[in-house]
């Protein structure tokens, strides 16, 4: 069945580093456009980062832009999120989201706190 599991969430200070892996399986990874979306309490889930299915192309919220980088590994059915200068603005959950055509998969998330 189609899995998504994201993991290096943790408890960071501001200005630190952490990078976030989704590992994919269960559907043609290599095929689909994949992305990370954040959700911080009371608000909505907003997406964060894009990388097309071959990783050519990248996009980013303004938010982030120039702080955070997507990257994938198709060979390793892996998507990543290299965070840093964190902000505590950043403190929400990720989440890990696979998409092509109508077919769209979440993972469950993992929690990603910035604070002194």
């Known amino acids: 069945q189609v899995q998504l599991v994201e993991s290096g969430g943790g408890l960071v200070q501001p200005g630190g580093s952490l990078r976030l892996s989704c590992a994919a399986s269960?559907?043609?990874?290599?095929?689909?456009?994949m992305s990370w979306y954040r959700q911080a309490p009371g608000k909505e889930r907003e997406l964060v980062a894009t990388?097309?299915?071959?990783?050519?192309?990248?996009n980013y919220a303004d938010s982030v832009k120039g702080r955070f980088t997507i990257s994938r590994d198709n060979a390793k059915n892996t998507v990543y999120l290299q965070m840093n200068s964190l902000k505590p603005e950043d403190t929400a959950v990720y989440y890990c989201?696979?998409?092509?055509?109508?077919?769209?998969?979440w993972g469950q998330g993992t929690q990603v706190t910035v604070s002194s």
């Open positions: 990388i097309s299915s071959v990783g050519g192309s990248t």
């Open positions: 989201n696979a998409f092509r055509s109508l077919r769209s998969y």
């Open positions: 269960g559907f043609t990874f290599s095929m689909y456009t």
